[in-house]
């Protein structure tokens, strides 16, 4: 592992993180921030086409009560970029967040990371780790898009609108989405009342137009995570089948289903019933709860009883 000796520099975050490299393979590298104090360590998994920069007004609040590293999942931020498709098998992204793991907890000397959360992807990825490894004493999963299989579909009663699942749905139109713009701002004022970032808060809008995108040789800029990434992710929905892992996950599980998001509660239901100490929860909000309900999301991260609206 390396770091980057000088502190990670921003000014939209306070306290400011330090900027971190893990060396995963001899082909990849995951990116990170790392807020360090001797607090017990909690990782940051954000959702397909984000960054760990997103993450950073919930790490504040932790921060008393954590040690707090969020990273960029491969394909995002500085983090390696594979060629799509087949290097964004979520395979791929479970044992990049195990091994990076695994060097973060040697380097603190722990043998467990207290708290693992992420949000959609990140969330599915996290349940997945905790599922082929002892490595996490709590989980918790943002509003994921759980993908069982066609059998445990059928078992639960449910159907993909017109016959699709939602990951192909959405690839489609992550090929779509505009990469390369003339400045931030334009991007910025292009993208503030479209659905997905309506709700958010204007700090975590911020950090993701800061961090979420790149300077380009030209003077241009253009999203960190290509468009083909993004929608190969999408299209891997399911490659990691959580709901054959649940049974061995033998930490805590919390499960939260955004009001407003977009997965039925039975599909949360079936999965939780899979895991021997889970537990499913309700939050007031949209798909992406970090950025939209920063401070409820951190307090019910710090407090598990922290569970109404």
Not at 79 to 108: F, V
């Amino acid at each position: 592992m390396t770091s980057n000796s000088d502190t990670f520099a921003c000014k939209l975050m306070n306290p400011q993180p330090t900027f971190k490299t893990w060396k995963i393979n001899s082909d990849t590298e995951i990116t990170g921030l790392e807020w360090k104090n001797d607090k017990p360590l909690a990782i940051l998994a954000h959702a397909n086409g984000f960054c760990a920069a997103t993450w950073a007004p919930v790490a504040a609040l932790l921060l008393p009560h954590y040690h707090v590293i969020s990273y960029d999942s491969r394909g995002h931020g500085q983090s390696t970029k594979p060629a799509p498709p087949e290097g964004y098998d979520w395979h791929h992204l479970m044992n990049d967040l195990l091994e990076m793991t695994r060097q973060i907890l040697e380097e603190k000397g722990e043998k467990k990371v207290a708290l693992l959360a992420g949000n959609s992807l990140g969330g599915v990825i996290a349940a997945a780790a905790a599922g082929t490894s002892d490595l996490f004493e709590r989980v918790v999963m943002l509003d994921p898009p759980l993908r069982p299989s066609d059998k445990m579909m059928k078992e639960m009663g449910l159907n993909w609108p017109g016959g699709a699942s939602p990951g192909s749905m959405i690839a489609n139109i992550a090929r779509r989405r505009r990469s390369v713009w003339p400045d931030r701002e334009t991007a910025g004022k292009a993208w503030r009342e479209k659905p997905v970032f309506k709700n958010w808060s204007d700090e975590s809008y911020a950090l993701y137009l800061k961090y979420g995108m790149q300077d380009r040789a030209d003077g241009e800029v253009e999203l960190s995570c290509p468009p083909e990434v993004e929608a190969s992710i999408f299209e891997y929905t399911g490659s990691v089948d959580v709901f054959e892992l649940a049974c061995n996950i033998k930490c805590p599980l919390q499960l939260v289903k955004a009001t407003g998001g977009m997965f039925p509660i039975e599909l949360y239901k079936g999965f939780i019933k899979q895991v021997p100490n889970g537990q499913l929860i309700e939050m007031e909000g949209g798909h992406l709860l970090p950025m939209e309900r920063t401070e409820k999301t951190a307090e019910f991260l710090i407090n598990v009883d922290a569970t109404n609206g």
